[in-house]
Nanobody, 125 residues
Framework: QVQLVESGGGLVQAGGSLRLSCVAS????????MGWIRQTPGKEREVVAA????????YYPDSVKGRFTISRDIAKNTVYLQMNSLKSDDTAAYHC??????????????????WGQGTQVTVSS
């Protein structure tokens, strides 16, 4: 059974940075396509970063491109989301998510099978 546990959220001023971590258990991250998804009340969930099982391909929507970076540490079975130049619009609950390896990027929310509980990021202006 796959379990994903996020950490690293918190309160940060606009323009600041945070790094989120997602520790996976039950499967190795190299056997899964991974992503980060954010959710704000009243808005649709949004995939803000994705990487395939190899880590060679990544996806970012225009809303975060150039500011967010997804990365992996195979030895720690952990996926990270580095968030720079944070804006108030980035305030959301951030979830780590995964699916069984398909060799492609999962760019939409419904493609993910496994979800973490989420970590809250609040950006003050």
């Amino acid at each position: 059974q796959v379990q994903l546990v996020e950490s690293g959220g918190g309160l940060v001023q606009a323009g600041g940075s945070l790094r989120l971590s997602c520790v996976a258990s039950g499967r190795t991250i190299s056997s899964m396509d991974m992503g980060w998804i954010r959710q704000t009340p009243g808005k649709e969930r949004e995939v803000v970063a994705a990487t395939d099982w190899s880590g060679d391909s990544t996806y970012y929507p225009d809303s975060v491109k150039g500011r967010f970076t997804i990365s992996r540490d195979i030895a720690k079975n952990t996926v990270y989301l580095q968030m720079n130049s944070l804006k108030s619009d980035d305030t959301a609950a951030y979830h780590c998510a995964a699916r069984d390896r398909l060799g492609a990027l999962a760019q939409t929310v419904n493609e993910y099978r496994y979800w973490g509980q989420g970590t809250q990021v609040t950006v003050s202006s």
